[in-house]
């Protein structure tokens, strides 16, 4: 009996011997966080593509991207932008614009909609439209400058770029939406 109490007492030892081997060591990391302000994105104004002919909307209209056309361009403003910081901006726009209101169907046939593409650009200087970076519609990634806090997105467009006829009168509108996040 007094064997098998000296054996028992042996295992345990070198069962508590091998456990403190194996958790010797010891490590550390450090846990860090880069907090920025809030952006704060405003529409400032729509496109506006103004009162067209049918027949020119036939053959294709575009309000390019540039600072001589920039009164016509949609506007995006962001304010409290954190400087030298990887930001990704995504821009949602409808394939169609769709008539507003009661179709007008006094030629017979329903108002058609009207095929649209928007085109963009990002710039950190208001009104500068020829000095950004531009990208036709869903996401890019842009480095704000070193002292930025204000940024601006233009955005421009073509209506019926495939130039087919159609039924076009009235009043046309699609939302075109902007959204901005630190990447």
Sequence with gaps: ????????????????????????????????????????????????FGT???????????????????????????????????IVLTLSAPANLTPEGTPDLSGGTAQDDIPFTATATYTETD????????????????????ATSTAYVYVGGTLNSGAAAGNYQGQYSGDVTLSVYYD
């Design 1 to 48: 009996m007094k064997t098998l109490k000296t054996l028992l007492s042996a295992f345990a030892l070198v069962a508590l011997t091998a456990t403190s081997a194996m958790a010797q060591g010891q490590a550390s990391i450090t846990a860090s966080a880069n907090v920025v302000t809030d952006v704060t994105l405003t529409g400032v104004r729509g496109l506006d």
């Design 52 to 86: 067209l002919l049918d027949g020119d909307v036939d053959a294709g209209v575009t309000e390019a991207l540039s600072t001589a056309n920039e009164a016509n361009l949609g506007k995006f403003q962001m304010t409290s932008l954190a400087s030298s910081q990887d």
């Design 127 to 146: 009104g500068d439209v020829d000095g950004g970076s531009d990208f036709t519609g869903g996401t890019v990634s842009v480095t704000t400058g070193g």
